[in-house]
């Protein structure tokens, strides 16, 4: 979707993916296949390069270090980047920066987590996140009870305290190089409870309008902190007593910006590429309500990917389907997403749920 919102500008873009068959690979102007953590594939690829981006956080930033210190431009920055691969270091740099997060500690594996229970330094209940690799409800772990320990991660892990949440936000920033900032309206987040990972979203977000200001002002304080050009997706709580708590962040265009593409005056996709070519950014604002549903393979599906109920959901007013063309489904992966517009915000909600209902991956 970035290389398509690239494409409307005649710039030349080259794509580098481990996928033989990655979606962009039809899109773009050159495509390489290579490992994004090889450090010496990633140097091969951007050497030559006016300027590189991103749209997954695991990247070797050895490699990217290196295209930086040879005069390559690099957005999001190599430094900011390594900070974010690594949720511990990600928890520090809020504190150092007196950013809302949740408290947390870190441990090195399962034992020293319970250990830690053993000697009432950590108690249940509490979150245990993978301090690398983590992503799509990958490398976390909720402890409700004592019971839950068996699930426990064996890998360098930061635990933070179970926080009462009331909804979860997303608030997508956009920064350029030449320091200006501007930052779309919080949207609400709706979990698959089983996978843990985004199924929907609505925006704008059910919250006063105060928090809507709260919210964006955190978002804004979060990218002036990491000096971050690009887009930052900072996920946030809400709890009870109307508190933030930044959860954690992505430095790209995010699941949580799809809807712009619909229901916005500029895309997440745009709005990228204005910040890394240091361009005035564009109009935030929205222009209708608007919702996201996931399409995700089914349970119990593996295989090529069959697409069902597409021609209801096409008769739904102000439905979208974007199907990315990955050639293999399989149980909760993100195979597509369908935008929903309207102006009025409990008819949007209807017509995602209908989306929900009717369509399906199979294979």
């Known amino acids: 979707m970035l290389t398509q919102a690239a494409q409307t500008w005649h710039v030349h873009t080259s794509i580098m993916d481990p996928d033989p068959n990655a979606p962009a690979r039809a899109l773009c102007n050159e495509f390489t296949q290579g490992s994004l953590q090889d450090p010496d594939a990633v140097v091969a690829f951007g050497t030559g390069k006016d300027l590189l981006s991103i749209e997954i956080e695991n990247v070797s930033v050895e490699g990217l270090t290196t295209l930086q210190e040879r005069g390559v431009q690099i957005h999001p920055s190599p430094d900011a980047l390594q900070t974010i691969q690594d949720k511990g270091k990600q928890k520090e740099f809020y504190a150092s920066h007196n950013l809302p997060s949740a408290p947390f500690h870190l441990y090195e594996d399962k034992a020293s987590v319970l250990a830690a229970i053993d000697h009432a330094t950590l108690t249940v209940p509490f979150v245990q996140k993978a301090r690398r690799d983590g992503y799509d409800g990958r490398g976390v772990v909720v402890v409700r009870t004592r019971q839950d320990l068996d699930g426990l991660l064996d890998q360098p892990c930061l635990v933070e305290n179970l926080v009462e949440i009331r909804s979860e936000l997303s608030v997508i920033a956009a920064r350029n190089p030449s320091g200006q900032i501007s930052v779309f309206p919080p949207v609400e987040m709706v979990f698959n409870p089983e996978a843990n990972l985004v199924e ?79 361009l005035p950014l564009g109009s935030t ?47 909760f992966r993100k195979m597509g997403h369908a935008t929903l517009i309207d102006q009025d915000q409990v008819r949007v909600l209807e017509k995602a749920h209908r989306v929900q209902e009717k369509l399906k991956v199979t294979s």
Not at 201 to 218: D, G, N, Y
Not at 255 to 262: F, P, R, V, W, Y
């Open 200 to 278: 929907m979203l609505v925006s704008p977000a059910s919250i006063t309008p105060s928090l809507q200001v709260k919210a964006r002002q955190l978002a804004t304080a979060t990218i002036e902190a990491f000096g971050l050009c690009g887009l930052l997706a900072v996920e946030m709580f809400l709890d009870p007593s109307e508190n933030l708590w930044i959860n954690e962040v992505a430095p790209r265009p995010h699941n949580s910006g799809h809807h712009t593409l619909a229901s916005t005056f500029t895309s997440q996709y745009e709005q990228h590429l204005r910040a890394i070519f240091d």
């Open 285 to 331: 604002d929205s222009k209708v309500c608007a919702a996201m549903v996931n399409i995700l393979g089914a349970k119990g599906y593996e295989g090529t990917p069959v697409y069902e109920g597409v021609e209801e959901c096409l008769k739904i007013d102000g439905c979208s389907i974007h199907i990315y063309g990955k050639q293999q489904t399989r149980p």
